[in-house]
């Protein structure tokens, strides 16, 4: 049975002190067992573009402190911890861990920032369903024994919702990554079939639906596919119907029939009611179409397609 | 036939080439960028002399007439420089150097060289500002009294339908010579310029909500020289929009009325395309020229300012946008970052 706690911070300001008691609070209620000997710990937030956490793309840095905090308090002050994120097609993440808050919070907290696409990389084979892929992995995930995904809570144009499992794939070494779009669902259960979060802390005080809507929300759980599960719920979509999450439970990351919802001070429904869903299939159908048409037209016309309207 | 060369092809280089093979009477004979799948892109179009190094291109010039320079803003300089002692004539994307220094130099190199210069100021070209430019010099509104002038993207962090990294230049404020005020206030103190003439610098701020060397939002106040013209500049790179969605509005207020781009600007960009498409399609059908990037209504601005660059050096006039006009807006910026204490 995965566990997932869906609770909300006690005030509508977003503090740092708001977001830290209400990160700790539903660690606590998880009941994770910490008593392991965890020579260190990898933080993985999603920094996949230089958009900071305001404008609900990013996972905000205050998330991230708040759970460093409960790591010490957990395991001691000597726990060597990692926040760590892979470059991207776009995005590097030496630029991203200035710009988003990310070295500030390194100097604060004495944690070490590690860009996955450096170091020691190996290749893991893996299988989703009748496909196989090798994906660049750090060794450093794949040592470490307490791995905590912290994704952003958001929509996504292409796979629909872009939270736990998806966060994962950007910890892929391979700065390129639009290379997997085409078979992005099942990369994303790739990845997540070779490493495994340990503990999800889904950032959802600013969450990305229609625009960027300040919630105050945090899920937190001991499986990945469960708290997606919740997630796609408060998002408003059919957790079935998202195809990485439906791929993710026929490969057996979770089953959607044994998650037990622990919900503090709030519920899935409310939270839901007050999320600005985005119908994410007509945008996906209608930014293709565009594309599709701009390329027709400009074939047939012989006019030029702007630099970044470009395929 | 006027035979060109293209000097860096990245996003505006590419976006130049483009332009440049719709222009009736020019031909691109080479092209320049370290990139080789920049260069195949060159080859794609029918450009057979190919270069992984700008120099080489300038050094067998002998037959060519023009270039095209589309390079990191530090690279402005020297490959100026060069191309007019080639006795080449010049069209450069802004800013036309990094420093007030280095465009000295080369309002000196271009009188020196009696060759033409013409820098990439597109948002003169763009048609809601030519119809408000129109009805300036007219009289409509009056004497011009305070000008606001906007533009709040996403700058070199837009995401293409592909995403591609943001140059490493970009990160680097001796490179990129500035921020947001250089790269988008240049364009809109350039429109200040354009509206009233000689001006001056009277207050700037900046922003950093990047955490970056180089500012990330700036509103500076400039006044004319001549009248009692001001002008406020918002400019940031901030937003997260893409286009078709392009935060920009100038309006102007007269002492007899006031006009805003945002009503000469189509409501619907959606519908303007598939508008000026048809239209396309139609001339396309019937052999007539059709009108590139009209579609996009704001890039069409940039197929305009290079067929308006190789009219002048066709007829020998002089472009609208001289290597002065990119001295005097340099000035400007300069005496900003000072007000700020910046010093790039």
Request: net charge neutral; aromatic share 10%; charged share 25%.
């Amino acid at each position: 049975m995965a566990d997932v706690v869906l609770t909300s911070t006690e005030t509508k300001y977003f503090t740092d002190d708001d977001v830290s008691k209400t990160v700790s609070r539903a660690i606590d209620l998880l009941n994770y067992d910490f008593n392991h000997d965890f020579h260190f710990v990898v933080i993985k937030p999603s920094l996949c573009y230089y958009w900071d956490y305001s404008t609900s793309e990013t996972t905000d840095p205050r998330v991230v402190s708040a759970i460093v905090d409960y790591v010490r308090g957990q395991l001691g002050n000597d726990v060597s911890i990692f926040v760590a994120e892979a470059d991207a097609s776009a995005m590097r993440t030496k630029h991203a861990f200035k710009m988003l808050g990310y070295e500030k919070l390194s100097r604060k907290k004495h944690v070490k920032l590690v860009n996955l696409s450096k170091g020691d990389i190996v290749d893991k084979e893996v299988s989703v369903g009748d496909k196989k892929f090798t994906l660049k992995v750090n060794k450093m995930l794949l040592e470490s024994k307490l791995i905590i995904n912290v994704p952003k809570l958001k929509y996504h144009r292409r796979v629909g919702i872009s939270c736990a499992l998806k966060n994962m794939f950007g910890a892929i070494s391979t700065p390129g990554k639009y290379i997997y779009h085409r078979e992005l669902s099942e990369v994303i259960v790739g990845i997540n079939k070779i490493v495994n979060s340990d503990v999800t802390v889904v950032d959802g005080i600013i969450a990305k639906g229609k625009y960027p809507k300040k919630m105050g929300v945090i899920i937190v759980s001991d499986n990945v596919l469960a708290a997606d599960y919740a997630a796609a719920k408060i998002l408003g979509y059919n957790p079935r119907r998202i195809a990485h999450i439906n791929l993710a439970e026929k490969e057996k990351i979770g089953d959607f029939n044994h998650i037990n919802l622990v919900e503090d001070g709030t519920d899935l429904e409310e939270i839901r009611s007050a999320f600005p869903e985005q119908n994410y299939l007509l945008q996906k159908i209608s930014w293709k179409l565009q594309l599709k048409m701009l390329k027709a037209y400009s074939k047939i016309v012989g006019d030029t397609i702007p630099p970044i309207l470009e395929e | 036939m006027l035979k060109v060369g293209m000097i860096g092809l990245g996003k505006m280089g590419r976006l130049h080439m483009m332009n440049c093979l719709k222009i009736d009477g020019t031909k691109i004979i080479a092209a320049a960028d370290p990139s080789k799948k920049a260069l195949n892109k060159a080859k794609f179009v029918g450009v057979n002399n190919l270069y992984t190094d700008y120099h080489d291109l300038l050094n067998d010039s002998s037959n060519m007439d023009a270039v095209i320079i589309s390079l990191p803003n530090y690279l402005h300089f020297e490959s100026i420089q060069l191309a007019l002692e080639a006795g080449l004539n010049v069209f450069v994307e802004k800013p036309m150097a990094n420093t007030v220094e280095e465009c000295h130099k080369i309002v000196s190199l271009v009188k020196k060289s009696g060759k033409k210069l013409m820098i990439g100021h597109c948002l003169r070209f763009v048609d809601a500002i030519e119809k408000m430019k129109d009805s300036v010099d007219k009289g409509y509104i009056g004497d011009l009294e305070v000008i606001t002038i906007e533009e709040v993207i996403s700058g070199p962090f837009a995401h293409g339908a592909v995403p591609t990294p943001v140059s490493e230049w970009w990160f680097d404020p001796k490179k990129a010579g500035g921020g947001t005020l250089l790269d988008l206030g240049y364009h809109l103190i350039d429109l200040f310029r354009f509206f009233v003439g000689d001006s001056k610098m009277l207050y700037c701020c900046l922003d950093h909500k990047f955490n970056l060397p180089i500012e990330d939002g700036a509103i500076v106040i400039l006044c004319s020289s001549n009248s009692s013209a001001k002008g406020i500049i918002n400019v940031g790179w901030y937003q997260k929009t893409n286009f078709p969605k392009y935060n920009f509005r100038l309006i102007l207020h007269g002492n007899a009325g006031y006009i805003s781009s945002d009503a000469l600007v189509p409501g619907n960009l959606y519908l303007h395309a598939i508008k000026e498409g048809t239209k396309n399609l139609f001339r396309k059908l019937i052999g007539k020229n059709i009108r590139p990037l009209s579609y996009t209504y704001y890039y069409e601005s940039y197929y305009k300012e290079l067929k308006h660059f190789f009219d002048c050096v066709k007829q020998d006039s002089d472009p609208l946008i001289s290597a002065t006009d990119g001295l005097e807006t340099m000035e400007l910026i300069e005496e900003a970052y000072k007000i700020c204490n910046k010093n790039f």
